[in-house]
């Protein structure tokens, strides 16, 4: 029995919402990890970042998103708009802005921008899609049909970031 | 330790969002496959499905489905209408139409009809809902309580398919 | 290979959605359970609850709850709103009630009021944000970064309840 950890770095945009393409590194880290039956977990550890699985479109828009992304956003822009102001949610509050201001004082790779904590909208977008996807391996390869991909999605529009996806392999 | 893969094959009804009881199915998968701990994972390989945990209702409504499915159609028909014309979403877009097309002159179980194709609506409930449930094998059985029910989804309603739910149990 | 089981006891407040962090629970089983590197699955085997991972927000209202899950709680009583009587929803009918307060004859933790099983929207929440997480364990710990928290959710406001959170843990 196999166990493997992989890790794919993702970037985000900082602009809008990301969408990162990440099927092909998932089946050639599945194929490097030699693991021919079993599974596959995909996971953000980013409480603002989601895994899906979607379909890949051909066209997309001028920013470079597929269609069914824009669509997407469309639809969450109405139900969890976004937080532009402190008071579109009560999230984050003083003491928690504090904490984060903490934390950003000792990571260089968090700035301490105040504006980039308004971000609710990001959390409880990636609360309700979910941080990770489990795939069935099987003959090496993921069952995911021949128009399933997997999207690593950073919910957060504030800031441009490094993210890591976290993969563990499991079986034979 | 074992690895057994299964296939259920669901039939959808083509008109409206279609909810297959998978429960029983299930459990005597896991009976077969002689995992007694372990885990068993309960996915789809389509875009437009998901894999929900929900409680079985005794009643139903004229068309037969349970009156709690019913009641999620009415609240995702406000959410995330459905994909009547094309000016509802911007997917799937030219290119995308042309890929789709020349899939279906391969596949004969895809027929060639462009207004199968607009199933945004479907596309992005079954990234919400999700692809798959993961379950815990305890003593034989998953641990999904005493009113506890898997239902397959096919949130596509333009066409009667025939789809595919795979399993995975792994554990001894 | 190990596979272990654990059990988290939950109780909700009865009065509005309860959230309950598990994260410290977690981590310690899966200390105890002796996994440095494998999986975790956190599920509920109930229809009304849920299990997430989200953020820690320090700053909480007067009931005691995080400022982010105020915030979630506010989207959700506009998209899956609350039932309040029986025209809300279809959810259960006549021969459901019979089925449920049959149940409730046999089980004392089942208290025989017929308004508690008004609660279709905290079933289709359940749905909508599923029913667990599956963590991955790498060198004894899961991999849920430095703010990253497990919560299991009860979404069910009408009666405090007694709840169980299972636990999983496979790996060497």
Redesign the interface.
């Known amino acids: ?1 196999k ?1 493997e ?1 992989r890790t794919i770095e993702v970037e985000s945009n900082g602009r809008r919402v990301t969408y990162q393409d990440i099927t092909e590194e998932v089946k050639e880290l599945i194929r490097e990890a030699g693991v021919r ?3 596959c ?1 995909v ?1 953000s ?4 970042c989601s895994v ?4 890949y ?3 997309k ?1 001028w920013n470079g998103d597929e ?2 992304q ?3 956003n469309r ?1 969450l822009d109405k ?2 708009p976004r937080q532009l102001t402190e008071s579109d ?8 802005v ?2 984060l201001e903490e ?1 950003s004082k000792q990571t260089p790779e968090y700035p301490n921008d105040p504006a980039t904590i308004l971000n ?1 909208d990001a ?2 977008r ?13 003959d090496g390869e993921p ?7 997997i999207y690593f999605i950073d919910w957060d529009q504030n800031r441009k970031r490094k993210r890591k996806c ?3 392999m ?3």
Request: negative net charge; hydrophobic residues 45%.
């Open positions: 029995m166990i950890h039956d079993g599974m977990i996971s550890q980013h409480t603002t899906i699985f979607e379909e479109v051909h066209d828009d269609l069914l824009v669509d997407l639809i139900v969890i949610y009560l999230y984050p509050g003083p003491e928690h504090a904490f934390i609710a959390h409880i990636a609360s309700l899609f979910g941080s990770s996807q489990t795939l069935i391996i099987k069952l995911i049909g021949s128009v399933g991909y976290n993969l563990m499991m079986g034979n």
